[in-house]
């Protein structure tokens, strides 16, 4: 995985940005550890929990921005890929609009999963993954 991976928009020292496959929740990010392990968020030097810490903010900030998400729900489970990733999920009381689309959080007021059906497929999954990129890299 690394940037070879379309879906992931970002590297920092130590997490990896991917947009997640499904956007049932517009702007679903995964930070995924660089380096290979299977442990969990309490295996993370200092270092590593700054790095998040930072991507987090990054990411909270730019979501504001783009589409005013009202909370964020973090969950790190490891269910069915073992690799130390955090998934964030942005929650809307407002629908979000992305290219002339509302996007509405029919989980609103529950837990993010099992998730709803993505509704973004294909080129525009890309698209919003290089839309996100290009907003990320041009707060740098």
């Known amino acids: 995985m690394g940037m070879s991976d379309p879906l992931v928009i970002h590297e ?17 990010m995964v930070f995924i550890a660089r380096r290979t392990t299977e442990g969990s968020l309490s295996d993370c030097s200092q270092e590593e929990w700054a790095d998040l810490q930072d991507q987090i903010a990054r990411y909270e900030e730019i979501m504001a921005q783009l589409f005013a998400p009202d909370r964020f729900n973090y969950t790190q489970f490891g269910n069915e890929w ?34 709803a059906p993505s509704t973004l497929e294909g080129e ?17």
């Open 12 to 28: 920092s020292t130590h997490w990896l940005w991917k947009i997640h496959t499904n956007q049932a929740h517009l702007g679903h």
């Open 82 to 115: 073992a690799q130390l990733h955090v998934h964030a999920f942005p929650r809307y009381r407002t629908a979000a609009n992305w290219r002339d689309k509302t996007y509405a959080d029919e989980q609103r007021g529950s837990a993010p999963s099992p998730e």
């Open 124 to 140: 525009e999954l890309q698209a919003f993954a290089d839309c996100f990129r290009d907003e990320l890299h041009a707060r740098n």
